[in-house]
């Protein structure tokens, strides 16, 4: 494979920044491009040695900083690797990178680096991905996800999954093969039992899903209501800060207002929307139907209802509009400062005051049982769609092992059981295809 390097760290002005080689000319392009400050070859020093000397070109040195060598297998990407710690000027960085191209190397593609250590069999797909998690966390949850599962924690739990399964396969098809021959002491009974157990423990780990959504994507969010109730308020108090403009008059925003919030290790990707009424005025009518369009896209809609005046007509069409929505809504009863005279027909329901910030830890309990929290008894969370894709799939396809197994149908059955193996091996990369495997790497940034 060729030899490339990239700029790790962030772009722009810095104290130090990194460049990264990999690949077999590694050690030579570093020898080019850096020369101990002690004369000796940074061959001389042991791998993983951080050497002080001067970073150069065909002009000659341009930078001092350290340089380090990880020899093949023992690196990240399981080539030979050299970082370069140069100074973190603009332009040093990029003289230092284009000399790593003048000596050799090429420009490394995204995640070209965390590819490398998969395509070298140093991490799964799912560690792959945890790195990608890591970098990209925004709450300490989705980090600490990240971290067990960059251990291989999901891997582990999910190759106990496969063996027990390979077994049952084994033995469903010594059956077909031998029916008459005691080939095992497993009774159809007990594949079955195997099978339900193996179907429970992927059920809990799914289960974990949307939580795992919940605290790295984020739920898309909308704040919803008609005009004046206080939504702009309980965006500005979900903030921390003054996003949006809050007066007395209804009808003050028009726009929809977008911020991502966290509610301690949930995100919510919040839209603040312009209140619903009839509306003749074309801006505030357009802003109405954009407020409607962000119902619809919601994961969860907070609908706000002013408490301290009965309902009005306005109050009414909003609780129709979301009457197919209803799993989806927390009702937030504003104003209670004021007291309180209505009641809404949602199951989820919080009285609060925008205003004295009454009530607001009980809309954020609200939100942390919407997330799924309260269901997570497990420290291993599946965070990405693609490995709950394929513990979906693995669970359809027990299903249908189990249906043929009851039908005396064993060789459907061992089949099934096969593709659930296969699903599974999606999610370390033992049977993913390269699209797959193209479309993780894709997300990644330059340089990791
Ligand atoms: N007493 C009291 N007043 C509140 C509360 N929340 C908001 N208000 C007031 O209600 C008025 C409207 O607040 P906004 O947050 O602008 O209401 P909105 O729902 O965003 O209104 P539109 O953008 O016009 O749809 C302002 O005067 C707020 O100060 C509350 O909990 N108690
Ligand atoms: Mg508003």
Redesign the pocket.
Known sequence: MSTVAAISTPRGKGGVALIRISGEDAVSVCRKVFAPASGKDITEYPAGRAVHGYFRDKDGNFDDGLAYLFLSPRSFTGEDTAELCCHGGTLVQEKLLRACFWAGATPAGAGEFTRRAYINGKITLSQAEAVGGLIDAHTEKHLEVSLRQLDGNISKKIDEICSSLILTAATVYAYIDYPDEDMTDMSVSEMAQRLTDAKNKLLSLAGTHKYGKAISEGIPTV?A????????????LLCGTDR???????????DVITEQVKVDDILLNLA?????RESDETVEAAGIKRSIKEIEKASLIIA?F?G?TPFTDEDEELITLLEDKKDRVIAVI?????GCEVKTPFAECVY?????V?GFEALKEKIRLFAGQADINTEDIIVSARQYGAIERAIENIDDALTALNGFTQDIAGECIERAISALGEIDGRTATQEIVNEIFSHFCVGK
Do not use: Q
Request: proline letters at 2%; hydrophobic letters at 30%.
């Open positions: 704040i209501g008609k005009p004046n109730t206080g939504k702009s308020t309980l965006m500005n949006a403009i809050v007066t007395d008059i209804a009808g003050t925003t028009r603040d929307t312009a209140g619903i706000v002013d301290s504003n104003k209670s400062d004021k609060m005051s925008a205003r004295t009454d």
